[in-house]
């Protein structure tokens, strides 16, 4: 009951000294739309995602947070989607429902984009007063400053986020939260960096990650973690943050379906208050598949694509064409093979080799802006 009554009294604080987006407990690590709307349609597959977060278990009135995004490409540079958060927090609770959007242009060439994103939508936040209980007798249940616009309301609320990428490096940053009040902005800060290297002769990639943030209850917060995926299949993260907070978490991706549970151990003092952090996130994926098309219209696609390029002058694209002609070629080569392969006998397994070039094709004029 102590416990409960310290937690209840902190909330009191924090809810009355910065208005706390509770969506900030989520973690960066495991579900990065939450926090950044520049990775809304930033795949060629429209993608639901689910997160459930549970925090300070072992203490009555922890935070729990639930996180429902859609989002997909609408074209082949843009994203669209929707987010809703329900969380809560002791006597405290925020619903929020935001529209994604994000806009990817292309630099000096095809390797080096910058993705920006906006989010935009409503939030209510609201105190539960039958959640505080006969916990003290401090608080008087029947003072209408409880049910009052000071801790019930509805606001207008909306983010900004940006994805740099060169090669394999990926810097990222977003304030989550710029409108709903003047401190906002630089209240809620989030910056990210990682490198994914590619181990030779492997399936195995080593992508080490930094996240800083700076929240209203929790500055300088830095993450320092390494994710190691395999065959882009399996996945193990580690990492550390500078609150004295171990963090791991494991992850499988296949078929369109993927399931991720991270769990963070408090270090020092933290410990003996709380049974750590427990997160799963579920996302599903559907690629955008192309209709089934003859070879003869597929190849007549390709030679299109590539007299195009041909006839572009080379400060007009923005990509390095002879990078792109080549892929292309490649792609008409194995067209063509599978085309001189195709029998009645085998015509649906070929027809399988046809969609999957069709989706090559369609990546390739989405990664170069064709």
């Known amino acids: 009951m102590k416990i409960k009554f310290i937690i209840i009294i902190l909330c009191f604080v924090q809810y009355n000294a910065s208005a706390q987006d509770f969506s900030s407990f989520y973690s960066y690590l495991l579900n990065r739309v939450n926090v950044n709307p520049a990775l809304a349609g930033n795949s060629s597959a429209v993608e639901g995602v689910m997160d459930y977060r549970s925090q300070y278990n072992g203490i009555a009135g922890g935070p729990r ?9 609408i074209s082949a540079n843009q994203g669209a989607g929707i987010k809703v958060i329900q969380d809560s927090r002791g006597a405290f609770g925020v619903t929020r429902v935001d529209g994604l959007y994000s806009h990817r242009f292309f630099l000096s060439d095809s390797n080096f984009s910058i993705r920006l994103g906006l989010s935009a939508g409503i939030i209510s936040r609201h105190l539960n007063t ?3 209980g006969n916990t003290s007798s401090m608080f008087d249940l029947s003072d209408p400053t409880l049910t009052s616009s000071a801790y019930n309301y509805t606001r207008f ?23 709903e009040n003047s401190n906002s902005i630089g209240q809620y800060l989030v910056g990210t960096l990682s490198y994914k290297y590619k181990i030779a002769s492997t399936r195995l990639d080593l992508q080490p990650l930094l996240i800083y943030q700076n929240l209203p209850i929790t500055k300088n917060l830095l993450d320092v973690a390494v994710r190691a995926t395999w065959d882009d299949k399996i996945n193990f993260l580690v990492g550390y943050a500078n609150n004295k907070t171990l963090k791991a978490s494991f992850g499988l991706q296949f078929k369109g379906f993927g399931l991720a549970y991270m769990y963070e151990h408090p270090m020092g003092y933290r410990k003996e208050l709380s049974n750590g952090t427990h997160e799963i996130m579920v996302n599903i994926s559907i690629e955008k598949k192309m209709a089934k098309s003859s070879p003869t219209k597929m190849i007549k696609d390709l030679n299109a694509l590539i ?3 041909k006839i572009l002058k080379h400060e007009e694209a923005k990509y390095t064409q002879d990078f792109v ?18 029998t009645d006998k085998n015509i649906e397994k070929a027809f399988d080799k046809f969609d999957k070039i069709g989706l090559l094709i369609a990546d390739i004029k989405t990664k170069y802006g064709l």
């Open 307 to 309: 007299n195009y390029l």
């Open 325 to 342: 002609k080549l892929e292309l070629e490649s792609v008409q080569k194995e067209l063509y093979r599978i085309t001189d392969q195709n």
């Open 157 to 179: 609320i909306s983010g900004f986020g940006m994805l740099v990428n060169y090669k394999q490096l990926e810097f990222g940053f977003s304030a989550p939260q710029i409108i």
């Open 130 to 132: 039958s959640n505080i």
């Open 65 to 73: 947070n639930l996180m429902f995004a859609l989002h997909s490409p």
